[in-house]
């Protein structure tokens, strides 16, 4: 199985500011797919972001951008101009290219401050 | 919306009892999991589905047992109950050509 790890159990950030959030992952393959997905106090699981690896470019979607370092099999989120409504859990996830297994990271609170 | 429901959504049953969670989905993908998530440990694979009647274990998958006859509906049996089953649990599908894994809102299970 492969391990994704997210070192950072909570972390905060003042309303309008940036945060970044950490994750990396342990793989001997080439080709493969992360996320980053939100979890509110609802419990939905809400995709926020997606990259595959055999593109260079980094993921953006709106606030939400993500730095892939495909050596050092680290990938973080940042949001920028942090909103109340970004207040949730946030995990990491990673899919290899030639199976159907998704494996998540333990996951990261985020508080924002008003 | 990846039209996922998932039944019931809350319940309380005691130990020892058998529990049949039913995820449902009417898309026809292909692929289906199970997942548990409990504080510190995030998600875990319970079982999963490729196709009617193929599934595979995860790494969590004692105690537990899945079924799948139709495309459309993915059965998760606790055989017998216990405390540490207590659990939020989410079934997932895939959608193969976006290489993306969709929720839907989660049972929550008690065991007592």
């Known amino acids: 199985a492969q391990t994704v790890t997210q070192s950072q159990p909570e972390m905060s950030v003042q309303e309008a500011e940036t945060v970044t959030l950490s994750c990396t992952y342990d793989?001997?393959?080439?080709?493969?797919?992360l996320f980053w997905y939100k979890q509110p106090p609802s419990r939905q699981m809400i995709l926020v972001i997606r990259?595959?690896?055999?593109?260079?470019q980094n993921a953006t979607e709106n606030r939400f951008s993500v730095n892939f370092q495909k050596a050092a099999k680290s990938f973080s989120l940042k949001i920028s101009d942090s909103q109340l409504g970004d207040a949730a859990m946030y995990f990491c996830?990673?899919?290899?290219?030639?199976?159907?297994?998704?494996?998540f990271g333990t996951g990261t609170s985020l508080t924002v401050i008003p | 919306d990846a039209g996922i429901t998932q039944s019931p959504r809350h319940k309380v049953t005691e130990t020892g009892t058998p529990v049949t969670l039913r995820c449902h989905q009417t898309?026809?993908?292909?692929?289906m999991y199970w997942y548990r998530q409990d504080p510190g440990h995030g998600l875990r694979l319970i079982h999963y589905?490729?196709?009617?009647?193929?599934?595979d274990k995860g790494e969590v998958s004692d105690g537990y047992s899945v079924s799948r006859s139709k495309t459309e509906d993915f059965l998760l049996t606790l055989e017998s109950a216990t405390s540490s089953q207590t659990s939020v649990y989410f079934c997932?599908?895939?959608?193969?050509?976006?290489?993306?894994?969709?929720f839907g809102e989660g049972s929550w299970l008690t065991v007592v």
């Open positions: 997932a599908i895939s959608e193969g050509h976006l290489n993306t894994i969709y």
């Open positions: 793989t001997s393959e080439s080709d493969y797919y």
């Open positions: 990259q595959e690896a055999y593109k260079q």
């Open positions: 996830a990673y899919r290899s290219n030639t199976g159907n297994q998704f494996y």
């Open positions: 898309e026809n993908h292909r692929y």
């Open positions: 589905s490729y196709g009617v009647k193929d599934t």
